[in-house]
């Protein structure tokens, strides 16, 4: 069993739907980190999180200590959010563990 | 830019000759890795360094080296490349309170 599993793998949306991702995880944590990666493209850091909740623009990011769980949460989602969205979660150690990414494709 | 710098981009090796994949940032930051993306998988780390002069393994370092003389720069060296070592790398580096910072990637193919 993966030490991080993302669901869903893959995601359809309509332009301007809510989207949720959802990543559990299996052990301790110092942070967990949304990463976006688009087609071909590089990876940009999106959150660090170590308790509670973080927004940026429509991006939201929750985490549940207790419950070993995060979502990641679009609002008013545009063809342009269209990645590959990746969590991953980081040990005391600084070294990160990462799921195997959901594939979001927002259609106009 | 601030950033992390890798390169070269693209490169294709032949079985058996060795290369350095080059990384740079000018952040100051103590700790950088360096991973490698396959189909199907998530990103796994090959080795890290959370210092000038410090390194130590991840999860997949046979057929890699690196070394970290500066605090800047951390390349990672292929020995005797092989098939399996197709794949896209990234370099990151992390100041910690900070989150990571990627580089752009490097698409080696070995044939």
């Known amino acids: 069993k993966n030490e991080v599993e993302q669901s869903p793998q893959n995601l359809t949306a309509q332009e301007g739907e809510f989207i949720t991702i959802n990543c559990s995880y299996s052990?301790?944590?110092?942070?967990l980190h949304w990463l976006q990666q688009h087609p071909g493209g590089g990876i940009v850091s999106l959150f660090m999180l170590s308790s509670g909740k973080k927004k940026h623009g429509r991006l939201i990011a929750t985490i549940n200590i207790q419950e070993k769980h995060s979502s990641l949460h679009i609002t008013a989602s545009h063809p342009r959010d269209s990645a590959v969205y990746i969590c991953?979660?980081?040990?005391?150690?600084?070294?990160?563990?990462f799921g195997t990414g959901t594939l979001l494709a927002v259609q106009p | 830019n601030a950033g992390v710098t890798q390169t070269p981009k693209f490169q294709v090796l032949k079985t058996g000759q060795s290369m350095t994949l080059q990384c740079a940032q000018d952040m100051n930051h103590e700790y950088m890795s360096w991973y490698r993306q396959d189909p199907g998988m998530g990103l796994r780390l090959i080795h890290y360094s959370v210092g000038a002069g410090i390194t130590d393994q991840g999860e997949v370092p046979n057929g890699y080296n690196v070394s970290r003389s500066t605090t800047e720069d951390f390349p990672l060296r292929l020995l005797s490349a092989a098939p399996s070592q197709t794949s896209v790398y990234f370099c990151?580096?992390?100041?910690?309170?900070?989150?990571?910072?990627f580089g752009s990637g490097t698409r080696l193919t070995v044939v």
């Open positions: 990151a580096s992390s100041s910690g309170a900070g989150g990571y910072t």
């Open positions: 991953a979660v980081e040990g005391a150690t600084n070294k990160l563990i």
């Open positions: 052990v301790g944590i110092s942070a």
